[in-house]
């Protein structure tokens, strides 16, 4: 049974920064990729970003290019989302979802393609 726990959520002020963290379990962790996506009050769920664990390919939406940051440690088991500058439209619940074959580097990231996903973690980016 895959499973997704994220982590690191909070409140945060306006160009601040915070990590989230996505640790899995239930799959090849080296053979997949993981996603993150967001969902703000009211507005559909968005992919924000994804890493292929086996190269290290990635994706980002680009609404957080230049400010978001998602890495892979194999050995963990867990994808991190360091987040910097943000902003009050990044105020959402953030989701890690897998497995996907593989993170090509061209979006947008479609929910249909990821099976499984943690509970959610809230970030709140005050002005």
């Known amino acids: 049974e895959v499973q997704l726990v994220e982590s690191g959520g909070g409140l945060v002020q306006a160009g601040g920064s915070l990590r989230l963290s996505c640790a899995a379990s239930?799959?090849?962790?080296?053979?997949?990729?993981i996603g993150w996506f967001r969902q703000a009050p009211g507005k559909e769920r968005e992919g924000v970003s994804c890493?292929?664990?086996?190269?290290?390919?990635?994706y980002y939406a680009d609404s957080v290019k230049g400010r978001f940051t998602i890495s892979s440690d194999n050995a963990k088991n867990t994808v991190y989302l360091q987040m910097n500058s943000l902003k009050p439209e990044d105020t959402a619940v953030y989701y890690c979802?897998?497995?996907?074959?593989?993170?090509?580097?061209?979006?947008?990231?479609?929910?249909?393609?990821?099976?499984?996903w943690g509970q959610g973690t809230q970030v709140t980016v005050s002005s």
């Open positions: 979802a897998a497995p996907l074959d593989y993170c090509s580097g061209y979006g947008p990231l479609s929910r249909a393609d990821f099976g499984s």
């Open positions: 890493i292929s664990s086996s190269d290290g390919s990635t």
């Open positions: 239930g799959f090849t962790f080296d053979d997949y990729a």
